[in-house]
């Protein structure tokens, strides 16, 4: 394998990206190369595109500028944007002194959180939360709370502070009552939203696990945060690829600056919600039921207030950005 990329290596393909660099009427020549299968593009490109500085170590490659910086540990799908985790689709590479990352990063993940042109217009009227679980349905349990209870809370501040910057606001379930994943997405589907945030509470076996994780859906084709295999399949939740991920953003930020929580970092799932939905959809794990300090602040209703103020408050961005 290894002497087979070295032979795609030398096959470089020099592409023009279709888009003017940003600030130039000249086109950006974005090199780029094959690697296991996938197109990855020169970091030091993609930092010239945005006008930005490329510096390298063996182990991570940074592009920034006076306002943004990525950070791509190599062979690690890890990364961070202004300091928030995020996970990239391929793990970016060293080669020959030069940092790679996958074009499709560069596309789906990197344009559209420094470019708002990158994101695709579209109204914000109608915002549909969904209170994870119900009825039969408990969710994750600890001593003291459901799941099912706390999403719904939850829901109920978010509309409330949504409402009153003046959205148009549904909950797929008003109080403790079952319904189906396909049940939520057709809700959201049949009423037409403009956004779709499900809200859950997580639980792990090992109790010192804690913090906040934000998930989307990955953009068609890439793999899922938690497995190395590609997809094939295009669904429903693909429509909004870049969108996803903005949006998906604005509210982990939002959420791990304001709550101080662990940084679990920003993820791609196939979620059954985030896939059969037709509009830009994430779903927010607000913390675990399963640590007992995570338990107890989910619990008060100060910490309450201060996650449902984040998830307002990353949902108003993605908003203006779309301005
Ligand atoms: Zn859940």
Redesign the pocket.
């Known amino acids: 394998m290894k002497l087979l990329n070295k032979l795609l290596l030398i096959c470089f393909l020099a592409v023009l990206l279709p888009l003017p660099s940003p600030g130039s009427s000249t086109k950006t020549k974005i090199r780029s190369t094959l690697s296991s299968g996938h197109t990855y593009v020169y970091l030091q490109d993609v930092a010239n595109y945005y006008g930005f500085c490329f510096s390298t170590t063996k182990e991570r490659g940074t592009i920034s500028n006076k306002y943004s910086r990525f950070v791509f540990n190599y062979d690690s799908r890890r990364g961070t944007f202004n300091g928030v985790q995020i996970n990239y689709l391929y793990a970016p590479f060293l080669r020959g002194g030069q940092g790679f990352i996958s074009e499709q990063d560069f596309r789906c993940l990197i344009d559209p959180l420094l470019r708002n042109k990158a994101l695709y217009r579209h109204k914000m009227r109608l915002v549909v939360l969904d209170p994870?679980?119900g009825g039969n349905d408990k969710?994750?349990s600890s001593w003291l709370y459901r799941?099912k209870d706390l999403s719904l809370q939850l829901a109920k501040k978010i509309r409330t502070l949504l409402q009153k910057k003046g959205y148009t606001v549904l909950l797929t379930r008003e109080s403790d009552f079952f319904i189906s994943l396909e049940g939520r997405c057709a809700v959201a589907n049949r009423k037409g939203a403009d956004l779709f945030v499900s809200i859950?509470?997580n639980a792990a076996y090992d109790r010192s696990i804690n913090g906040i994780e934000t998930f989307t859906m990955p953009p068609a084709g890439a793999p899922s945060t938690a497995s190395a295999k590609s997809d094939a399949g295009k669904a429903l939740g693909n429509k909004y690829d870049k969108n996803n991920f903005r949006l998906a953003y604005e509210i982990h930020k939002s959420l791990v600056l304001k709550t101080g929580a662990t940084d679990r970092g920003l993820k791609h799932a196939r979620f059954y919600v985030l896939k059969n939905t037709s509009c830009p959809s994430v779903l927010v794990e607000a913390g675990f039921l399963s640590n007992s300090t995570e338990e107890r602040s989910l619990g008060r209703k100060e910490y309450q207030d201060m996650i449902a103020q984040s998830i307002a408050d990353g949902i108003v961005r993605y908003d203006k950005a779309l301005k």
């Open positions: 994870g679980h969710g994750a799941e859950h509470c």
